[in-house]
T-cell receptor, first 115, second 113 residues
């Protein structure tokens, strides 16, 4: 149980294009999902908290117009990197929280490379 | 502010030997503590957590962790390490009113034959 999927696992795009990453909780419902960014050999940096049916809460320094988050259902949150640039290249990881246990379960991550 | 510290960037251990990955915490109130493991190019896998109750918490893959309030520590342990345990381990604490996880810097565990 508590499986979270992400799609795609890897994406390469040209500078200036937009990329959408999906995060799904497969066997549970999640009112809250989270998006993280991880640089090589570093810890996870929380980008935003995604709440089902409401606007996402962004961490300080994260541009909400650049990283669009939509949490339209209890099992799906999407992160869209708009007008991507090479500095946006990173490993993006989502998680979904089971409220009753206060435990977050993580997706396998998406490797974004912007050329 | 709630935080966790992992003082070791890397831990090396021989297969079959016990392993310990250290974590200390700084929180106000009762800490909710977690351990996750990350294999290369993968997301994090939940290992175990401490919320309340027994100080010794048992988790996945034979791992356990001991909550020590006096030393503000939550070290991850395993009696007998396997080469397949080699990975990056993160300690984390629940913050933000119980909604966010704050991670330590991670400890690379290398188990050698």
């Amino acid at each position: 149980g508590a499986v979270v999927s992400q799609h795609p696992s890897r994406v390469i795009c040209k500078s200036g294009t937009s990329v959408k990453i999906e995060c799904r909780s497969l066997d549970f419902q999640a009112t809250t999902m989270f998006w993280y960014r991880q640089f090589p050999k570093q810890s996870l940096m929380l980008m935003a908290t995604s709440n089902e049916g409401s606007k996402a809460t962004y961490e300080q320094g994260v541009e909400k117009d650049k990283f669009l988050i939509n949490h339209a259902s209890l099992t799906l949150s999407t992160l869209t990197v708009t007008s991507a640039h090479p500095e946006d290249s990173s490993f993006y990881i989502c998680s979904a929280r089971i409220s009753s246990t206060d435990t977050q379960y993580f997706g396998p991550g998406t490797r974004l490379t912007v050329l | 502010a709630q935080s966790v510290a992992q003082p070791e960037d890397q831990v090396n251990v021989a297969e079959g030997n016990p392993l310990t990955v250290k974590c200390t915490y700084s929180v106000s109130g009762n800490p909710y503590l977690f351990w996750y493991v990350q294999y290369p190019n993968r997301g994090l896998q939940f290992l175990l957590k401490y919320i309340t109750g027994d100080n010794l918490v048992k988790g996945s893959y034979g791992f356990e962790a001991e909550f020590n309030k006096s030393q503000t520590s939550f070290h991850l342990k395993k009696p007998s390490a396997l080469v397949s345990d080699s990975a990056l381990y993160f300690c984390a604490v629940l913050t933000g009113g119980g909604n966010k996880l704050t991670f330590g810097t991670g400890t690379q565990l290398k188990v050698e034959l």
